[in-house]
């Protein structure tokens, strides 16, 4: 049988609170990159579930287009992650707190 | 000329302006000379408007130039403009007149003094100010003058601010002229109530048709005006500032205190007469109130040892006498005296200033003594003062006192009347006493301190020239008011049309002292004026026997009436029960409300909120830690806080 | 049957997740993202987007999580937060690993092949056809400022990791430190 459409979206959802969990829980910078990359990946299936679902293409568009940015950002985070091991020498974010007060 | 006569206040505010503003780079000589131009130049403006207001025919002798409408708010409109009359004529000329000599005395008299250009700075402002008052065409105006000439006294009197004494003397002027000055803004407020209107003419002719006479709103103006004029022409109660007042620069006191400021009330009261005829009951306390200030401030003249304490308890003295010929009715016979007081008063102060200046600034006569040989100049000026003050005939001062106290025997006071002759004629004896007592301690006997005595020097030229010119004027001044010659009186002539219920209207021929209840018989003029004459002569002899003849019969005296002497010598303790009745209270309360309410609730209020926002603030500091981590959990809350509003329907 | 591919799909979906969250290596939790990467390019497989299926592997799985092992490899290595490096088994339980990946990739892919939908690639909704016509027509604006994005981030990231006054060469040593 055909998979009711709004089960792609639970599932969509259930990524996103993973990686919720990941990004509050985790001390790793590197590790709560990933887990914003896997909040924007559950997005995009959801997006695709949609435009399944409404039988256009839009949804798909826009997921082509958030896979270009999440490219981009990456690039980006990763340079800032790497220049603040430069200058910190630690990637744990609990000792990077230098918005204190 | 006439039509240029608005520029005559406008010509010592430029004065002012250039000295004020230019004190640094304004070299000294010139200042000086720019005051008294600017004065000078005014009196001469006044003199021809004055002539050519005299070749108008007696129903148009009244100009009105409006500079600019000030007030425009409804009902309510009141403009900058001055009003050219006879009767603002006269105080025009007195004010700069009198005040162009003033001014050229002054140059001689602060020659030595480091705040000179700052003193014709203010002399310039004032004599502004005072202009404004004499030549404004509505109340508002003239109140406008009115508070201008209080401001210039204050600066004046506490001239030498750095002396705590004169500070004090300009404060307690300055606020006792307040109080005053809330009578007449009450006043002014009521007669806008009633009258709807602030400009002269139209007051008066309002008043003549919408108030009744002898009921309660005239009255209360009436008195209102009375409590302002109180507080400015220094009556009972409010006179206290200007004994003190004596703390300024002497010229300061011969214009600002004998000659100009403090007729400001009287010429109030008569400029405003249409308005007053129409409140007997007020006019009445404002005559008694004018006596008894007369004998009062004579009783305190009679005892006092600085100089300039006994011509200022004479110039209350005498004030006293024009209020008292304005609550009879006579405005013109108050303006009169007004004049001839300008002269002989301002003579006085002069001369007493040229005196001062001689013993190196030395006030106190028990120090004085045989300075006549000195200064010839000086005691013959003084001498002629005094006797027109003492109201000797042919001198000024005998004609206007002497209309004054005939006008009051015959008002429509009746009986009262009789008795403020009797009252007014007291004084007309004490004042003849003191102010002989004050030539001979100080022209006359023997020099008492020889140091003073032979340093002292005649003043230069530029003060004796004004001294001879004032002279001049009181002995002629008296010959404008001639008694027992209708056609030949100048002022009835002049002025009898526009006062008293005639002003501004077209006037008859009739005399301005509408009051007058008896018939003007002439031989009871004669003979008050006969009587009037003995006292003052009956005056002098007695101090000149005591004073010059038996000094030593002086002590004993004052010993044998040491209680009165002290009591009188204290000014009746005026100001100390002043003090404990007003002043403490007044402190002590606010001291109280000082600490309880500005310290204690609002200072709490204001620092409170400071310490509320502190604690606050550190309760909620920690929350920024500068962990990214808590600041995404924070954000996390708030989206799913969010996302519960709109899911449950919150959002519409 | 659908219904039974998209379950274990999802199941394999939200392991990789927890995987990703819940281990302390971080190398081993990138590991799991590639396959979360891999299983959400079957499921989009199964929604009839062939074109992005593709784009998500080469994309996401094959330039991002390169990007991304690089930089763990390079940092991470160092600092890893717990105690134990995990060392490389040899052996048998090398070969039974490897045995177990081969084997689920070939189940991977029969099922794949089975559950896919979609006829054609180029063809039909939600082909490759439709969403080119889409991109060039509707969605053009986008489409070229996108292309500036990239750019900006090229540079950015360059500009963020160069040390400063040594040119060229100083972005070959990441080792060293201020």
């Known amino acids: ?101 | 000329m006439l039509q240029l006569f608005w520029l005559i206040p406008l010509l010592p505010l430029f004065g002012f302006l250039l000295n004020g503003l230019g004190l640094k780079w304004m070299p000294r000589k010139a200042a000086g000379w720019l005051a008294c131009g600017a004065v000078g130049a005014a009196f001469a403006i006044g003199v021809g408007a004055l002539i050519e207001l005299i070749g108008l025919p007696l129903a148009d002798r009244s100009i009105t130039h409006v500079l600019f409408p000030w007030i425009m708010a409804g009902d309510f409109h009141v403009n900058v403009a001055f009003m050219w009359d006879p009767l603002s004529a006269v105080m025009t000329l007195i004010v700069t007149g009198v005040g162009f000599l003033i001014h050229v005395y002054s140059l001689g008299y602060m020659a030595h003094d480091e705040g000179f250009k700052r003193y014709f700075a203010y002399l310039n402002l004032f004599t502004f100010a005072m202009l404004v008052l004499v030549l404004a065409d509505n109340f508002l105006l003239l109140f406008v003058g009115w508070e201008g000439v209080g401001l210039c006294s204050y600066l004046l009197i506490g001239f030498w601010y750095t002396k705590k004494s004169a500070a004090d003397a300009g404060k307690k002027a300055f606020i006792v002229n307040r109080i005053g000055d809330f009578g007449v803004l009450v006043a002014m407020m009521l007669t806008f109530w009633t009258l709807g209107t602030l400009t002269f003419p139209e007051v008066f002719h309002r008043a003549q048709t919408l108030l009744s006479p002898g009921t309660a709103i005239p009255t209360a103006i009436a008195l209102l005006f009375f409590l302002g004029a109180t507080g400015k022409s220094a009556q009972i109660p409010l006179y206290v500032w200007l004994p003190d007042a004596m703390e300024g620069p002497t010229p300061v006191s011969a214009l600002i205190h004998a000659a100009t400021m403090v007729t400001a009330g009287v010429y109030l009261f008569v400029r405003a007469s249409g308005m007053f005829v129409l409140a007997p009951d007020a006019l009445a306390i404002v005559a008694v109130v004018g006596a008894v200030t007369a004998i009062f401030a004579a009783t305190i003249g009679l005892v006092q040892t600085d100089i300039k304490r006994v011509l200022a308890y004479s110039t209350v003295s005498q004030l006293g006498y024009m209020f008292l010929a304005v609550g009879a009715g006579a405005f013109v016979a108050a303006i009169f005296h007004l004049l001839t007081h300008a002269f002989f008063k301002a003579l006085l102060f002069l001369g007493s200033g040229s005196v001062i200046e001689a013993c190196h600034h030395e006030q106190d006569i028990r120090k004085m003594g045989g300075l006549g040989a000195k200064l010839p100049i000086t005691k013959t000026t003084f001498i002629i003062g005094s006797l027109a003050l003492a109201g000797v005939p042919i001198f000024a001062g005998f004609f206007s006192k002497d209309e004054i106290l005939y006008s009051v025997f015959t008002s429509q006071l009746g009986g009262l009347g009789k008795v403020l002759w009797i009252l007014g004629a007291a004084a007309a004896l004490l004042t003849a006493f003191y102010i002989t007592r004050l030539v001979a301690l100080t022209f006359y006997g023997k020099p008492r301190d020889k140091h003073i005595y032979d340093h002292a020097h005649e003043s230069p030229k530029v003060m004796t020239v004004p001294l001879v010119i004032l002279a001049i004027l009181s002995t002629v001044g008296g010959f404008l008011g001639l008694p027992l010659a209708e056609k030949a009186n100048v002022m009835h002539n002049w002025l009898g049309p526009w006062v008293g219920g005639h002003g501004a209207e077209a006037p008859s021929g009739a005399e301005g002292a509408v009051l007058h209840a008896t018939s003007h018989s002439a031989g009871l003029e004669v003979a008050l004026m006969a009587i009037s004459v003995a006292l003052a002569i009956i005056g002098i002899w007695a101090a000149w026997r005591l004073y010059i003849k038996d000094l030593p019969r002086v002590q004993e005296l004052s010993r044998k009436f040491a209680g009165a002497y002290r009591v009188l010598w204290n000014k009746y303790y005026v100001d100390e029960i002043y003090n404990a009745l007003f002043v403490r209270p007044i402190v002590d309360g606010s001291r109280v409300l000082w600490r309880a309410f500005d310290v204690g609730v609002i200072d709490w209020a204001v620092n409170g909120t400071g310490r509320v926002l502190r604690g606050t603030a550190s309760y909620l500091r920690p929350i920024q830690n500068g962990l990214a981590g808590s600041y995404a959990a924070a954000i996390l809350l708030g989206a799913i806080l969010i996302m519960g509003y709109v899911l449950l329907g919150g959002w519409r | 049957m659908e219904l039974v591919g998209f379950l274990l799909l999802a199941g394999a979906t939200i392991a990789g997740a927890m995987g990703v969250v819940l281990q302390r290596n971080a190398l081993y939790g990138a590991l799991s993202l590639v396959g979360v990467f891999v299983a959400t390019a079957v499921l989009y497989l199964m929604l009839s987007a062939p074109f992005l299926a593709v784009l998500q592997l080469i994309v996401y799985a094959g330039a991002i999580m390169v990007l991304f092992i690089f930089v763990i490899m390079l940092i991470s290595v160092r600092y890893e937060e717990s105690g134990e490096a995990a060392g490389v088994p040899g052996g048998a339980k090398r070969y039974t690993a490897m045995g177990l990946a081969a084997v689920l990739v070939i189940l991977f892919t029969i099922l794949s092949f089975k559950m896919a939908l979609t006829p054609s690639g180029s063809e039909g909704p939600g082909s490759i056809t439709e969403l080119g016509f889409a991109l060039y027509q509707k969605y053009m604006f986008p489409f070229e400022v996108a292309s500036i994005l990239l750019l900006v981030a090229i540079v950015g990231a360059l500009s963020i990791t160069r040390r400063h006054g040594r040119g060229l060469e100083g972005n070959v040593a990441l080792e060293e430190h201020h």
Do not use: H, W
């Not at chain 1, 009711?4 to 639970?10: D, E, G, I, R, T």
């Not at chain 1, 990159?33 to 039988?55: D, K, T």
């Not at chain 1, 256009?56 to 990456?74: C, I, K, P, R, T």
């Open chain 1, 1 to 101: 049988m055909a998979v009711p459409a709004y089960l792609y979206q639970v599932l969509a959802a259930v990524l996103f609170c993973i990686g919720v969990m990941g990004v509050l829980f985790r001390r790793n910078i590197l590790v709560i990159f990933m887990c914003v990359e896997l909040m924007l990946n559950a997005a995009n299936l959801s997006l695709i579930a949609f435009a399944r679902a409404l039988g256009n293409v839009d949804g798909q568009v826009v997921v082509f287009f958030a896979l270009a940015v999440a490219a981009a950002e990456v690039s980006v985070g990763l340079a800032i992650i790497i220049d603040l091991f430069r200058k910190k020498g630690t990637v744990d974010v609990e000792q990077v707190s230098l918005l204190k007060g």
